[in-house]
T-cell receptor, first 116, second 119 residues
């Protein structure tokens, strides 16, 4: 079975500082994908970044980077230079060939609050 | 706007009534997914279509839930005989068809969701 664990229910960060949101995963599949989504209070899930299990380099997308440590089964999201608009729920998710043909398994999320 | 759209955005219904939600995916996306999200939790996968074929439906929560995608374009999710426990946000997502042998790396684009309240 696939499982995503996000152990930080809430995080605070000062504007312009960097923050790391933790994510660990569990799967027996050798081929999988790891995703991070942002969900603002409006409710829409916004795709941020993707990391494939065979990718050797950590993914980066603008201010977002994914710290992928395969042996530890962790896929932490790093947000650099936080902005007030980054305040939202953040979900880590995984897809494998077992999860309903590439359906996503989500963690319980981390609420990030950026303080001025 | 060429994103995923869902209708209605909000639905209030009485227990025992049937409800139907609609999802229009991004036009060139072959795959369409339905998720349910309850308060304080991440989305939970329900079912998945590739074109008009429903390839995974074992995760539907009960036989009161059904989904269709008759022409491979829009999809509907129906809940019969609603219960108070069905109150949740129902999310639809779409993604393009991945290349054979590629990792599961095609991000899903989500719609704004339909918030269902069963009274």
């Amino acid at each position: 079975a696939q499982k995503i664990t996000q152990t930080q229910p809430g995080m605070f960060v000062q504007e312009k500082e960097a923050v790391t949101l933790d994510c660990t995963y569990d799967t027996s599949d050798q081929s999988y994908g790891l995703f991070w989504y942002k969900q603002p209070s409006s409710g829409e899930m916004i795709f941020l970044i993707y990391q494939g299990s065979y990718d050797e380099q950590n993914a980066t997308e603008g201010r977002y980077s994914l710290n992928f440590q395969k042996a530890r089964k962790s896929a932490n999201l790093v947000i650099s230079a936080s902005q007030l608009g980054d305040s939202a729920m953040y979900f880590c998710a995984m897809s494998t060939r077992d999860t309903g043909r590439r359906a996503l398994t989500f963690g319980s999320g981390t609420r990030l609050q950026v303080q001025p | 706007d060429t994103g995923v759209s869902q209708d209605p955005r909000h639905k209030i219904t009485k227990r025992g009534q049937n409800v139907t939600f609609r999802c229009d995916p991004i036009s060139e996306h072959n795959r369409l997914y339905w998720y349910r999200q309850t308060l304080g939790q991440g989305p939970e996968f329900l079912t998945y279509f590739q074109n008009e074929a429903q390839l995974e439906k074992s995760r539907l929560l009960s036989d009161r839930f059904s989904a269709e995608r008759p022409k491979g374009s829009f999809s509907t999710l129906e809940i019969q005989r609603t219960e108070q426990g069905d109150s949740a946000m129902y999310l639809c997502a779409s993604s393009p068809l991945g290349l054979a042998g590629a990792s599961d790396g095609y991000e899903q684009y989500f719609g704004p969701g339909t918030r269902l309240t069963v009274t």
